[in-house]
């Protein structure tokens, strides 16, 4: 589907993860043809179809080759951050709302859900300080809810940061997991030690930038060794909330 647009002022993107080459043009998103670009615009074009509000809309190509996507207007916040209970439950429910639109979407295949495949603070759209729509599903693949939900609770719990308090972390997780409707939350810190060992095994030496893959190498390793060594404090918080939740989330 390709559409021919007026001309219109185009301003670069920033913050967040943002891809480069990426611009606003009016009350749209202009980007680069990923490979998977395909998958990725009949995702968009069901999850319109299926009444979910908070992703982009798939508008066509433009004369450039590159896809035209709707803007949604708010802030992306450009690192991993601290974030209220409030806006941890608001994030949670969002990701449960998206895999639950993904449910019937026939490009999925046998696969239980469709994964963002890069949930985080960074790929989300915050209106009046809370999580509202998710962007950039330029990794978006068929996949498990437990896939996409433990890389979310590492950059959404920022889990690795040694500033932060293992056992406030633990109870945040169980708050997190039980938003989405997790029966269990002492299941997610496999969920995120899988997730960090998944992008550790997917960082190909030799590919693209070096020093920003040995960089994020660098970080995904000490999050995770921070995740092993403080796993007894976090089981502990999360199995201390769980007993004590009554009218909680």
Sequence with gaps: MRRRWVSEMELPLAGGRITPGVVRAGNTVRRPLKPNAGFVHALLQH???AGFQAAPRFLGIDERGREILSFIAGDVPPDLDEWSDAQLVAAAKLIRAFHDATLDFSGKGDAEVVCHG???PCNTVFVE???AALIDFDAARPGRRADDLGYAAWLWLDMGNDELSARAVGRRLALFSA???CSNARNAVAWVKAAQRALLAGLAPGGGDTEHLRRVSAWAGNCLRWVESHEPALLEAIGE?????AGSV
């Design 118 to 120: 890069d949930l985080g």
């Design 179 to 181: 938003a989405y409707g």
């Design 241 to 245: 909330w769980q007993n004590g939740r």
């Design 47 to 49: 999850l319109e179809r």
């Design 129 to 131: 300080g809370m999580p």
